[in-house]
């Protein structure tokens, strides 16, 4: 006797197959890794597409995380933080299963120059190109005397995120960042380089930013 599959069952296959199809996951870290080595003892790894079919995720974390709008003071007023964020402290839950996993992945390679694993995430939200970051390091925290490692996994349009030396001078590094780029700061790199991702008048849809760093670095 043979048995034929009900048509409930078929489409349930189906969705599933579509919905297996369009999940993100990690391409193998160490394949494509570039390193950029910068001077007084800063690197930068560029992974680009590391998260592949990452619109998924991007379209998920757009959805799901409960992005906050922030202020801060600036000289005498205070103004809008250009971006919206989402911090995920050590003990939080992810907002998506594949950024722990990516958080592990990453912590397993780094282990030998860092010497600990990747522990909180800081998520931000770039609306448009009004919204942006300036020049600055990561330097709260142990960072500002010690080496360290801060991955970033960028989503949805890409933007710049440009590095210059600690106390100005023209961009040194220039590399567009999105749908699932990965991209590594080491070293001395948030003591003795600044990083920003400049505001644009060009037309450019919203990215999402993934920061994930190590204990006590923000
Ligand atoms: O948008 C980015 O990828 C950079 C974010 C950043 O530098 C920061 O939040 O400190």
Same mark, same amino acid.
């Given at each position: 006797m043979t048995t034929q599959p009900s048509l409930l069952d078929e489409v349930t296959a189906d969705e599933a197959l579509t919905s297996a199809g369009r999940a993100p996951s990690l391409a193998p870290? %160490?394949?494509?890794l570039v390193r950029h080595v910068l001077s007084r003892g800063a690197w930068v790894d560029v992974r680009p597409?590391?998260?592949?079919?990452s619109e998924a995720l991007f379209e998920h974390l757009l959805a799901d995380v409960p992005w906050r709008a922030e202020r801060r003071q600036m000289y005498d007023r205070e103004v809008d933080v250009p971006r919206l964020l989402c911090f995920y402290g050590e003990e939080a839950v992810l907002p998506h299963a594949l950024l722990a996993e990516a958080r592990d992945a990453l912590s397993a390679h780094y282990l030998p120059e860092l010497g600990e694993p990747l522990r909180t995430a800081g998520l931000c939200l770039?609306?448009? %190109?009004?919204d942006g970051v300036a020049w600055h390091g990561d330097r709260l925290g142990r960072s500002s005397r010690e080496d360290t490692v801060v991955a970033i996994i960028s989503l949805g349009a890409p933007r710049p995120l440009v590095l210059r030396p600690r106390?100005?001078?023209?961009?040194?590094l220039r590399v567009p960042v999105g749908h699932g780029d990965l991209l590594v700061m080491g070293g001395s790199c948030q003591r003795t380089w600044e990083h920003a991702v400049p505001k644009t008048s060009k037309p450019v849809g919203p990215r999402v930013s993934v920061q994930l760093r190590p204990r006590g670095v923000r």
């Open positions: 870290l %160490g394949e494509g597409g590391w998260v592949q079919r770039y609306r448009d %190109g009004r106390g100005g001078g023209p961009t040194a």
